[in-house]
Structures are given as C-alpha cells and as structure tokens.
C-alpha cells in the first residue's frame, strides 16, 4: 500500500503513554496517567466516548447488572452527584453517565476521535512504541496500554448476498446514532444472544411484522427491571460503600454470588421456593446467585434448566414454539443468560415468527430479504444480532508487534496467552485493560481494579527510575496453568459460545479452548495483587 499525503507529511507526535479506546477503561486509566504527571493521549476510533456504551445503540439495549453497581467507584463525589433512574439503565443514559465522567475531568483534551488504530511496533532501541492510525497519524509512546474491550468487534454472518440487499440493515454492535423507526415495517432479526433478545423485545412493539431467526435459543431469564425513585436512590446514595464492598467480595463481582447450599442439600419444597424466588427477582440471581453447584454438576442443572423449561411452556401459548425456544443442546447458565422483559410473551403476538434456522438455514440475503433452505422472506430492515469476535478481535484488527517483531495475532493463533490477563512476555510496556484472563462479570469492577493495578506498576517504575517492564515467560506460564485448572469441571466448557472462544462466523474461531478466566474475582485479584506485593514477581524490569 503506497503512503498517502497524511502520512508521508505527518510528523510523529510523543507521549509517555497511549491508551488505545475511549471507553469505562481508557477514560479512567486517562485520569489515573495525569495523577502520574504522565503525558497521555488516548487514541479513540468513535466520535465520542463511551465504548461499548457508544457503539451500542441498539434498541432496548441497557444494562443486566444493577446500574448502581455498575457506575465507577473511585469518585465519591460523582456518585453523590448522579441519579440512575431504573434499576437497569439503558444505554442512552449510560452513554450520558461516561459523558458526565469526561466532561468532569475534562477528559476530551486529551482524547484524539477517530483515530483508529492500525498498528503498534515496539522498538527495543529506543524502547519505545511506534503506534499508526488508520488517518495517517504517527505517534511515539513509552507505555501503550490497550483499552480496546472484551466485546468490541463485531461479526458479520458469512452468508452470500448481504450486500445486495435493497433495505436498511445493521449490526447490533455498529448501530447509527439516528432512531431507526420500525412502525409499519417489516423487520428480521438474525440472532438471539443478549443483543438479540433486547432487540427483538423492543421491536416486536413496532414492527408491523418482526421475523427472528433463531439459531440456537438461549435460556433467559426475567430482569425485573423497574424506575428508582428519588427515595430509592437517596437510601442507594446512602449505601454506595456496602454495595461497592459486597461486589468486591462476590465471585463475579455482581450483588449476586452463589449460595452456599448445593442443589441436593435441600428438600424439593425448598429447592422449588428458592428458584421461584430467584426467578421473581432482579438480576443475574438465577444465574450467578443460584446453588453453588449448578454450573457444575450435571444433575444439579438439570434441575434448574428444568425449572426454567416449565417457565417458558407457561409463558409461550403455542407449545411449538415454546419447545423451540427451550434450549437443548446446553443447560442453564452454561453460556450467558440473557435478562428480558416479557421476551417469551414477544411470540405470543401475532405479528411475531420465530424461525428455526438450525432446521432451516439461512441460505443467503436476496435483494428484498432473505432465502432459507426452505422459504423466502421479504423485509424491510434486517438487524444483525450476531454478535463479536470476542476477547481476542480487538486485539487481531491492530497489527502489535513485539520483540523481534513478533505479531501477537501469531503468537495468540491457538489461543491467547497472558500474565494476570494484562500482560503477556515479548511485549514490553503493554498494558492490557481487560485483556484475555481477566475477571469479567461486572466489567467496571474489572476495570477499575486492571486500571489500577497498571497505575501501581508504573507507579513503580517511576519511583525506581525503570524503563522497561515485561511480563517473563515462566511467570505466563504459571498464571495459564492456573487459568486452565479453574476452568476444569465447568459444564460451560462443554459448550460452543464466544465464552469457549467459539465464532462460527470467524476463521481459527471453530475450536472450544479456555479463553477467559473462569475462577472467582477475590481468586483473580489474589494473584495480581501477590505479583504486586512481592515485588512484581514474575514481571522483568529495568
Ligand atoms: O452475541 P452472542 P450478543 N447464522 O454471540 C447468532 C454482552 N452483552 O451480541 O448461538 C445464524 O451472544 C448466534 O447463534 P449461535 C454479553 O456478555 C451484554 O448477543 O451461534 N445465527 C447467536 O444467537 C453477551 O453474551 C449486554 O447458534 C448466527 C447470536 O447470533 C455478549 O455481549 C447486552 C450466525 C450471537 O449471540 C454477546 O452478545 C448485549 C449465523 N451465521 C450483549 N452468527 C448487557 O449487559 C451468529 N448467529 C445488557
């Protein structure tokens, strides 16, 4: 590819970091580099900020953990300041939460928008990163720390045709910022994830006729979601420190953790009680707050996946589709569970068809819709709810090139590898911000605790004068040692889902392997924070 005028013409602009993406991560680290006294920069490929909370604009798209656990933490004031105003916010109001974050701190002098990020190359001369934007754009950086997201690229399905077709279409993950009306039209919605069963539950209110083509049904549960009062919020207001201490002790860092008792401990009256409870509860209770060894033991999902099947047979009037709808080459829980609000009762209207394209796949995108192996659908809009190239696609659409100018695209081919999820050896001065291996469940809690662990380190270095940090070879090998052992036993494992690191739709993306942390959040930052307290054991520095 022969230079463009840009770049030929532009000149290289240094930093003593860079933070690749402008969202929950990157806006925080952002602050935490200026108590460094660092100049930082944060490169953002959006016209704004927010991340996920940016690109995903989709229709019913909000929050499935509580909005008060999910807020930032660190700012006392600003959580004295801020109303949520339900109990899972959508994303309007999030993407004007992290607004509200980068006006206060003044955040957007710092942030250069789209620019989007091609490459990063280490130099072992200089020590430093040389870092390419898709503009042109050069920069220098000591530290590059990526903040790019765990689910940030999404995925076209593979079939032939999707650029012929004549109507409106789009990606869940890439939605416009202007409304789309769905009154009076005809909708499809292909795929029925998370993203999926917000979309087609907020649709299916417009839609003069809504199509879902469901490939594998999941087992969602109610949200329960409702308004905060301003009552509610004061008596929230009023328990931030409890609810911030109880997400640092659960196993994903949700107000929910599993309760103690395993499934068979109790009688059947009370096992029944304490699902219907949790079934009439917000949030993830059912699915992370459920008996401990429900994602585990074989029998012991049978009963809650049970349990749920009974729910969706009473909910969904005709039996066909509730069977359709009723997963059954997995148990509950062993992929993400989707939350929704009357979901089911969606396919109870009459303006509502499911479609099984397990049985009947899509073929291709015709011009006015869709073929499948047995009939052709006309539509209006068709909405791609088929998900991301998770944990490992953000990292693969930037060419990083370590030490020796080893791609880590290469290196990561059969899975990536890390220390604490935030390094990895052969890449100096890279920070991960969510990278593979770090706790997910409630991600902001993550966040705050990767942004801060990153801040320590340098914080580190600067006090002792270092210049290069690198995770070793030996201490990576250990940290996916422990990755591997935690993840042994889980009935997840068992399953196709971007949590097994399975993308049908992207190429190498076919085989189930361990590609996300699996143990507890206490268990995760134990070992973080160890490395830190012995010294950054396990990290070369000089
Ligand atoms: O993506 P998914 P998502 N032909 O991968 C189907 C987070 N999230 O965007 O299962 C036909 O879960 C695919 O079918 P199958 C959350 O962590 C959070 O919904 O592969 N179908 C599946 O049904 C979530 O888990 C929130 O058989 C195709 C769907 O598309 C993660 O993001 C909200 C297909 C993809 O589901 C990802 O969720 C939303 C094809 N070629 C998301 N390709 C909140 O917290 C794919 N599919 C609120």
Redesign the pocket.
């Known amino acids: 590819m022969s230079a463009t005028a840009t770049e030929a013409s532009a000149p290289t602009q240094t930093y003593d970091a860079l933070v690749i993406g402008a969202g929950m991560s990157g806006l925080y680290q952002l602050i935490r580099l200026r108590e460094l006294g660092l100049n930082a920069r944060v490169l953002e490929a959006g016209t704004g900020v927010g991340g ?1 909370w940016y690109w ?1 604009r989709y229709p019913g ?5 509580e909005s008060y656990s999910y807020g930032f933490s660190f700012d006392k004031d600003l959580l004295q300041e801020w109303s949520w105003s339900e109990h ?1 916010a959508p994303q309007p109001e999030t993407e004007r939460y992290l607004n509200r974050v980068a006006d206060k701190y003044d955040l957007r002098r710092d942030i250069r928008f789209r620019a989007r990020v091609t490459f990063a190359h280490w130099d072992e001369a200089s020590l430093t990163w040389t870092v390419g934007t898709e503009d042109g754009n050069r920069y220098r950086t000591r530290f590059l720390i990526t903040a790019i997201g ?2 940030s690229a ?6 032939p045709g999707i650029e012929d077709f004549k109507g409106q279409s789009f990606h ?2 890439l939605w416009p910022k202007e409304p789309v009306d769905f009154t009076g039209k005809r909708v499809a919605v ?9 979309t087609i539950q907020e649709v299916a209110k417009t839609a003069a006729q809504l199509t879902v ?6 087992w969602c549960a109610p949200l329960h979601n409702g308004k905060i009062t301003p009552e509610e919020m004061a008596a929230i207001r009023a328990r931030y420190d409890e609810i911030f201490a109880r997400c640092n002790e659960t196993f994903s860092c949700f107000l929910h953790t599993p309760d103690p008792r395993g499934t068979f401990e109790v009688t059947e009256e009370e096992r029944n009680a304490f699902l219907e409870k949790l079934y009439g509860e917000r949030g993830f209770g059912i699915w992370v707050g459920n008996f401990k060894d429900m994602l585990t033991n074989r029998q012991a999902n049978r009963v809650i996946s049970d349990f749920v099947a009974n729910k969706i047979r009473q909910r969904v009037k005709d039996p066909k589709v509730a069977e359709l709808l009723i997963p059954k080459n997995h148990g509950f829980g062993t ?2 569970v ?2 929704e609000t009357r979901y089911y009762e969606v396919y109870n209207q009459p303006n509502v068809l499911l479609v099984d ?2 049985a009947t ?2 073929e291709r995108i015709t011009p006015t819709g869709i073929r499948t192996s047995d009939a052709e659908y006309a539509f209006d809009i068709i909405i ?5 190239d ?1 944990l490992r696609g953000a990292f693969d659409r930037i060419d990083f090139r370590g030490k020796d100018g080893v791609t880590l695209k290469e290196l990561w081919k059969d899975g990536a590898t890390s220390l604490v999820g935030m390094l990895q050896d052969g890449f100096p001065n890279m920070f991960m911000l969510l990278g593979p291996h770090t706790a ?1 469940g409630n991600i902001p809690r993550s966040i705050e605790f990767n942004v801060d662990w990153v801040t320590a380190l340098l914080r580190h270095m600067q006090a002792h004068g270092l210049k290069r940090a690198e995770a070793t070879p030996e201490a990576v090998e250990t940290w996916m040692e422990h990755v591997m052992e935690v993840a042994q036993g889980l009935l997840s494992m068992e399953v ?4 097994t690191g ?4 992207v190429a190498g993306r076919q085989v189930r392997r361990v590609a996300r942390y699996t143990g507890s959040a206490p268990t995760y930052r134990g070992w973080a924070n160890g490395i830190a307290e012995r010294g950054y054991e396990g990290v070369a520095l000089r």
Not at 61 to 65: N, V
Not at 384 to 388: E, P, S
Not at 502 to 505: A, F, G, L, T
């Open positions: 996920t995903n798209c909000r929050f499935d953990s899972f765990a689910l999404p995925t076209m399905p593979t079939f869940t993950g292909i795929g029925t994830g998370a993203s999926g069963v917000q083509f469901q490939r594998t049904p999941n992929r993400r989707p939350l394209s397990k796949p899509i791609y709810a088929t998900g991301f998770a997910l196709d889902s971007w949590m399975v993308n049908i739709n």
